[in-house]
């Protein structure tokens, strides 16, 4: 996993980085910076960007024009380069499909709790 990276990358890696926390059960890497969504998101370029995406195009390299970051092992926050992988949309929707039906952590009961949840937000006043 050896490339050499371009300059705005290098010298925003430090930075990023230093929110990280690597989970030595899971192997995965968390970000513990801010977060949007569920995502981690971190301040490059200007802009605001989604972690994950940051680390693949670091560590492995360009995301090609119109694919997703999966994350292979479930952790949204996770930032392991060997845990993402790069899917189309369609292969990235029948993934999660594959996982609904499983029952996975993006299964059934947590979407229906997910509902639940947001509905008793909105009648709260
Ligand atoms: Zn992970």
Redesign the pocket.
């Known amino acids: 996993m050896r490339r050499i990276l371009h300059q705005p990358y290098l010298e925003a890696l430090d930075r990023f980085l230093k929110y990280t926390s690597k989970?030595p059960y899971?192997?995965?890497?968390?970000w513990t910076g801010a977060t949007r969504k569920g995502y981690g998101q971190f301040g490059f370029r200007g802009t605001s960007k989604a972690v994950h995406r940051f680390s693949y195009e670091v560590f492995i390299g360009p995301i090609p024009a119109g694919y997703e970051i999966n994350?292979?092992?479930?952790?949204k926050l996770?930032?392991?380069p060997?845990?993402?992988e790069a899917l189309t949309p369609q292969q990235h929707q029948e993934v999660d499909r594959d996982l609904l039906r499983a029952g996975g952590k993006k299964g059934r009961r947590s979407q229906i709790l997910k509902k639940a949840l947001n509905a008793s937000k909105l009648h709260q006043d």
């Open positions: 989970d899971s192997n995965c890497i968390e994350h292979k092992c479930r952790n996770c930032i392991a060997d845990h993402l």
